[in-house]
């Protein structure tokens, strides 16, 4: 744990040790209506077998100002830029601001790996790769379905 909160506290995320591992929060910095308020990333080390799970949290704003919570994997990306005026009369970017949900999960990723452990698959994770084959599997059986009838009428 001390190899990601080194490499963590160079970032704009806090890592808080939690009794089975830890949660890396970072908060974006794009702050509109509409945007991801922040990520946390919950870490769970299993010291047995070497191996850790990771689940992301997204916070976020919708429109009407409310909040929204999502838990699983996600990659999300935003971005603000402010042009103007500048100090020296020109027009052009003042400042700009990015923020990427995988990031601090990369910095996980890449401290605990060099150290051994293994990633696995968290629960949020293998909840939505059941549902995709299940989909997968449905979207199949439609289509042999359709080709069945297409052939059959073809055949009359």
């Known amino acids: ?6 490499a963590v506290q160079a970032t704009a995320s806090t890592l808080v040790p939690t009794p089975d591992g830890f949660d890396v929060h970072t908060s974006s910095p794009v ?21 850790f ?12 100002g409310g909040r929204s919570t999502q838990r699983g994997r996600y990659s999300y990306k935003s971005f603000d830029m402010t042009f103007g005026r500048r100090k020296d009369g020109t027009f052009g970017k003042l400042d ?8 601090a999960r990369r910095l996980i990723v890449d401290a605990a790996t060099a150290l051994g ?7 949020a994770e293998k909840a939505g790769l059941v549902a995709a084959l299940i989909g997968a599997g449905v979207a199949g059986l439609v289509l042999i379905a359709m080709v069945i009838v297409v052939v059959v009428l073809l055949l009359l």
């Open 1 to 6: 744990m001390s190899r990601v909160q080194a």
């Open 31 to 51: 702050r509109h209506r509409n945007t991801l308020a922040g990520v946390t990333h919950h870490v769970r080390l299993d010291e047995r077998t070497w191996t």
């Open 53 to 64: 799970t990771i689940t992301g949290e997204i916070r976020g704003r919708d429109a009407d």
């Open 96 to 103: 700009e601001q990015r923020f990427r949900t995988d990031d």
């Open 117 to 123: 452990w293994t990633l696995r698959r968290s629960g």
